[in-house]
Protein backbone atom coordinates (compact mmCIF):
# COMPACT_ATOMS: atom_id res chain seq x y z
CA UNK A 1 0.00 0.00 0.00
CA UNK A 2 1.06 3.48 -0.93
CA UNK A 3 1.64 5.95 1.70
CA UNK A 4 3.02 9.45 1.48
CA UNK A 5 2.71 11.40 5.09
CA UNK A 6 3.53 15.03 5.41
CA UNK A 7 4.72 16.44 8.59
CA UNK A 8 6.02 19.62 10.05
CA UNK A 9 3.25 22.40 9.50
CA UNK A 10 2.10 24.69 12.16
CA UNK A 11 1.68 28.36 13.04
CA UNK A 12 4.62 30.59 12.47
CA UNK A 13 4.99 34.78 11.92
CA UNK A 14 5.21 35.82 9.06
CA UNK A 15 9.11 36.14 8.14
CA UNK A 16 9.49 32.95 10.36
CA UNK A 17 10.60 29.32 8.66
CA UNK A 18 9.10 26.14 8.69
CA UNK A 19 10.45 22.79 7.13
CA UNK A 20 8.08 20.19 5.59
CA UNK A 21 9.05 16.45 5.35
CA UNK A 22 7.31 13.34 3.11
CA UNK A 23 7.57 10.17 4.13
CA UNK A 24 7.02 7.69 1.40
CA UNK A 25 6.43 4.34 1.58
CA UNK A 26 5.12 1.40 -0.76
CA UNK A 27 6.97 2.30 -3.72
CA UNK A 28 10.07 2.33 -5.19
CA UNK A 29 10.55 6.08 -4.07
CA UNK A 30 13.92 6.71 -5.74
CA UNK A 31 12.49 6.41 -9.32
CA UNK A 32 9.58 9.23 -9.03
CA UNK A 33 10.05 12.83 -9.79
CA UNK A 34 8.20 14.63 -6.37
CA UNK A 35 6.13 17.92 -5.70
CA UNK A 36 5.19 19.94 -3.42
CA UNK A 37 1.94 21.28 -3.84
CA UNK A 38 -0.26 23.73 -1.70
CA UNK A 39 -4.37 24.77 -1.65
CA UNK A 40 -5.33 27.65 -0.14
CA UNK A 41 -9.10 28.09 0.94
CA UNK A 42 -10.88 29.14 -2.34
CA UNK A 43 -8.24 28.02 -4.64
CA UNK A 44 -7.21 25.48 -6.66
CA UNK A 45 -4.41 23.70 -5.48
CA UNK A 46 -1.38 24.70 -7.33
CA UNK A 47 2.37 23.55 -7.59
CA UNK A 48 4.99 25.01 -5.41
CA UNK A 49 8.18 22.77 -6.15
CA UNK A 50 9.39 19.71 -7.45
CA UNK A 51 12.63 17.50 -7.34
CA UNK A 52 13.30 15.09 -10.40
CA UNK A 53 14.86 11.76 -9.67
CA UNK A 54 18.81 13.22 -10.09
CA UNK A 55 17.69 16.22 -7.52
CA UNK A 56 17.02 18.91 -10.53
CA UNK A 57 14.87 21.57 -9.17
CA UNK A 58 11.86 23.92 -10.14
CA UNK A 59 9.87 26.62 -8.31
CA UNK A 60 6.92 28.58 -9.12
CA UNK A 61 7.58 32.12 -9.21
CA UNK A 62 6.16 33.16 -5.74
CA UNK A 63 8.18 30.87 -3.68
CA UNK A 64 11.92 31.40 -5.70
CA UNK A 65 14.37 32.35 -3.53
CA UNK A 66 12.40 31.36 -0.11
CA UNK A 67 11.84 27.63 -0.29
CA UNK A 68 14.05 24.49 -1.26
CA UNK A 69 13.23 21.52 -2.02
CA UNK A 70 15.03 18.46 -1.43
CA UNK A 71 15.05 14.92 -1.33
CA UNK A 72 16.81 11.95 0.49
CA UNK A 73 16.47 8.93 -0.97
CA UNK A 74 18.13 6.87 1.30
CA UNK A 75 14.92 7.55 3.94
CA UNK A 76 12.20 7.71 0.96
CA UNK A 77 11.43 11.52 1.83
CA UNK A 78 11.64 15.12 0.35
CA UNK A 79 11.31 18.15 2.36
CA UNK A 80 10.64 22.09 1.67
CA UNK A 81 12.22 24.17 3.43
CA UNK A 82 10.13 27.40 3.56
CA UNK A 83 12.04 30.69 5.13
CA UNK A 84 10.59 33.79 5.07
CA UNK A 85 6.99 32.84 5.41
CA UNK A 86 4.31 35.46 4.30
CA UNK A 87 1.11 36.10 5.34
CA UNK A 88 -0.18 34.23 1.53
CA UNK A 89 2.00 31.27 1.50
CA UNK A 90 -0.97 29.76 4.07
CA UNK A 91 -2.61 27.01 2.96
CA UNK A 92 -2.35 23.08 3.21
CA UNK A 93 0.99 21.37 1.65
CA UNK A 94 0.67 18.28 0.01
CA UNK A 95 3.25 15.98 -1.73
CA UNK A 96 2.79 13.75 -4.38
CA UNK A 97 4.89 11.65 -6.49
CA UNK A 98 5.16 13.34 -10.12
CA UNK A 99 2.49 11.82 -13.05
CA UNK A 100 0.71 9.43 -10.34
CA UNK A 101 -2.35 9.90 -8.09
CA UNK A 102 -0.06 9.31 -4.88
CA UNK A 103 -0.90 12.15 -2.78
CA UNK A 104 -0.48 13.07 0.84
CA UNK A 105 -2.76 13.71 3.20
CA UNK A 106 -1.63 17.37 3.23
CA UNK A 107 -0.27 19.76 6.09
CA UNK A 108 -1.34 22.95 6.98
CA UNK A 109 0.65 25.66 6.95
CA UNK A 110 -0.07 29.24 8.75
CA UNK A 111 1.55 32.16 8.47
CA UNK A 112 0.21 34.78 10.58
CA UNK A 113 0.85 37.12 13.74
Known amino acids: QVQLTESGGGLVQPGGSLRLSCAAS????????MGWYRQSPGKQRELVAT???????NYADSVKGRFTISRDNARNAVYLQMNSLKPEDTAVYYC???????WGQGTPVTVSS
Open 96 to 102: RAIHTNY
Open 26 to 33: GIDFSVYN
Open 51 to 57: ITTDSNT
